[in-house]
């Protein structure tokens, strides 16, 4: 089963639910950030979130996204039983659009569910991709993962935030280190390139998005996006879309 839900010109976030289906949520436009417990993940254009069944999650859709939700019965196909990111290919990509026009009952040994077979036989071979940020459970933590979400420009330094807290920089680092497995700058610094992902999926310029995060200059946001990806912004979301046809 396949739904489509076209974003209007503002954003969309969908409260926390779970369902006895797997799903996968795919950005054809746009992009799509997932949160589940422990972790936030990003879904880039001509990608996919797969998400096991039961795993509480709530998504949020950039303004004018085009999203699908492909909903995978249990034991459907060996489809991985924790989160994880899929590159969706063009074929794939296709069939997706395909199936969510088509309705909801159709005959077992039909064209359509033919068709939905070879979707999750494609959808099983679909490689990995590590595009998330583990997110805190700590409520001190959880409070200003909120904050910087909410507010990516927010310069306030590590010792700032450690002062509102009511703690010293070291338990605050010691802290975030054993909660997620990286220092509060890094943690930071990756939360600002997926916030980075989504807007520029979402349509944003380079420009907009570096003086967004607070970065002084575009050029030093560009440096730090290739270290995160490997490529500078525009040529990553760029790469992606032409993938996509």
């Known amino acids: 089963m396949v ?3 076209d974003v209007e010109a ?3 976030e969908i409260p926390v639910h779970a369902h006895r289906s797997g799903q996968l949520v795919m950005a054809l436009r746009g992009a799509v950030s997932c949160s589940v417990p422990g972790a936030l993940w990003m879904v880039p254009p001509q990608a996919g979130v797969w998400i096991p069944g039961g795993t509480p999650h709530s998504n949020h859709g950039t303004a ?3 999203i699908f939700y492909l909903f995978v019965a249990p034991d459907a196909a060996p489809l991985p039983a924790h989160c994880c990111t899929l590159r ?3 074929m794939l990509s296709e069939m997706i659009q395909y199936l969510a026009g088509q309705p909801l009952s159709y005959d077992a040994g ?4 033919r068709l939905a077979h070879v979707l999750l036989d494609q959808l099983c071979a679909m490689p990995t991709e590590e595009i998330s940020l583990p997110m ?11 904050a910087m979400m909410r507010d990516p420009s927010d310069r306030r330094t590590q010792a700032d935030w450690a002062r ?3 703690m010293s920089e070291r338990t ?3 802290l975030c280190t054993s909660l997620t497995g990286l220092s509060f700058g890094r943690w930071r610094r990756q939360l600002h390139m997926l916030v980075a992902l989504r807007e520029l999926s979402g349509g944003a310029t380079v420009q907009q998005v570096a003086y967004d995060l607070g970065y002084e200059s575009p050029s030093a946001f560009i440096t730090m996006f290739k270290k995160a990806f490997g490529k500078p912004p525009a040529t990553y979301v760029n790469d992606r879309l032409l993938a996509g046809g």
Do not use: C, Y
Not at 110 to 113: E, L, M, S, V
Not at 136 to 146: E, G, I, M, Y
């Open 10 to 12: 503002r954003e969309r």
């Open 64 to 66: 004018n996204a085009v």
């Open 164 to 166: 509102q807290l009511g």
């Open 88 to 90: 969706i290919s063009p």
């Open 136 to 146: 805190p459970q700590d409520a001190r933590l959880r409070k200003v993962s909120r």
């Open 172 to 174: 605050l680092n010691r």
């Open 110 to 113: 039909g064209p359509t569910a």
């Open 3 to 5: 739904h489509r839900v």
